[in-house]
Nanobody, 123 residues
């Protein structure tokens, strides 16, 4: 599976962005996750979604602001980010795990990664 993330950019605090992650291969077989990494910090799990899209999970820091969805017909997973804060500034990565069901928090639990897209929130 190859993953291509897009949609990052510069946004003011309180604004919104939607990230997309397009996949090749048997997309519906994979649980998907979103991670982010800010400068000088470790990569952290943002949230995940099950293979069917019926279950989603979020880190406490983004709960109620971010929404993950997927369209298996389009081989794409989305991360809708609302009410963005300066602390959301990071490179965002999508990841796929063949055995995953959505709430895998460790990078090591994923098999494939996208290249990352930069999100910068100005305060």
């Amino acid at each position: 599976v190859q993953l291509q993330a897009s949609g990052g950019g510069l946004v003011q605090a309180g604004g919104s962005l939607r990230l997309s992650c397009a996949a090749s291969g048997p997309f519906s077989m994979y649980g998907m996750g979103w991670f982010r990494q800010a400068p000088g910090k470790e990569r952290e799990w943002v949230g995940g979604i099950s293979r069917s899209g019926g279950n989603t999970y979020y880190a406490d820091s983004v709960k109620a602001r971010f929404t993950i969805s997927r369209d298996n017909a389009k081989n794409t997973v989305y991360l809708q980010m609302n009410n963005l804060k300066a602390e959301d500034t990071a490179v965002y990565y999508c990841a796929a795990g063949l055995k995953n069901w959505g709430r895998q928090l460790q990078s090591s639990e994923y098999d494939y990664w996208g290249q990352g897209t930069q999100v910068t929130v100005s305060s």
